[in-house]
């Protein structure tokens, strides 16, 4: 099941509303973009359970040599995003010594679509199994299981079962550890971090699921999604690797 019922995003609306204090949401149309509920038949797949996480990027770096979660001022404010880069990105650059230590379990971020699809590759070649970034197709059908839930625990927000700003997060959290697992057995597919699929949204674009720990109600709706440019780095963006999968005899 994909999509929403003009109920649930009008639900989505007052929802984002009554917990941001504002109505951006729906000033900007954000739901408005999602399509009508539908079936899609899609091909079996299987997804990691988490997304990656700091460590485990880390990992890639030293063996590959693949540039750095790094990012400097100018470079962030070329990309036009309203976090201030002192307070908000600083915390998330690597150093010469690798990643944040505190970070260790928290998702990878500041990486763009081609960064996270080479460590997929790279994984795969490591297990001896293709790995890729899911699309929003497969991202959905993994978030909301088979009864077509509004979120990953159920059709109703709540705050206590996700990384949100309205749970009181300010930054990331270690993977799966604050919120509930989706039917089959994902975590974060609402919450903590964005993350990347293979799903095109316009030129030079990818969808991005989920939502991140800065975010209020609605915006982690299985059927919600936008786009960022692909080049992209951003500290609410991470990512999860998936695999085609035979169909079960």
């Not at 003009?6 to 007052?14: G, N, W």
């Not at 941001?20 to 899609?42: K, L, M, N, S, T």
């Not at 063996?63 to 002192?86: E, L, N, S």
Request: charged letters at 25%.
């Amino acid at each position: 099941i994909r999509g929403s019922t003009p109920e649930e995003r009008e639900q989505a609306y007052v929802d984002y509303a009554s917990t941001a204090g504002r109505d951006d949401a729906r000033e900007g149309r954000w739901f408005d973009r999602e399509a009508d509920r539908h079936v899609v038949d899609a091909p079996g797949f299987v997804i990691d359970a988490h997304v990656v996480t700091q460590a485990q990027y880390a990992e890639f770096v030293v063996a590959t040599g693949h540039r750095v979660p790094t990012m400097d001022a100018q470079t962030w404010k070329a990309q036009g995003f309203i976090q201030d880069y002192d307070r908000d990105v600083v915390p998330y650059q690597w150093s010469a010594d690798g990643f944040p230590p505190e970070r260790a379990g928290q998702p990878v971020v500041l990486v763009s679509y081609d960064d996270a699809a080479a460590y997929c590759q790279w994984r795969g070649d490591l297990v001896g199994s293709a790995r890729r970034l899911p699309s929003a197709v497969e991202f959905e059908r993994a978030a909301r299981g088979d009864d077509g839930r509004a979120y990953p625990w159920g059709h109703t927000w709540d705050a206590t079962k996700l990384v949100s700003r309205v749970g009181g997060a300010t930054g990331t959290a270690e993977a799966g550890s604050g919120g509930v697992a989706s039917p089959f057995g994902a975590f974060d597919m609402a919450g903590n971090v964005f993350q990347w699929t293979t799903t095109e949204w316009g030129a030079g674009k990818q969808a991005v699921k989920g939502s991140a720990w800065e975010d209020y109600a609605g915006v982690g709706r299985a059927a919600s999604l936008h786009g960022r440019a692909r080049d992209a780095r951003h500290i609410i963006v991470g990512f999860r690797c998936a695999a085609d999968a035979s169909p079960v005899p």
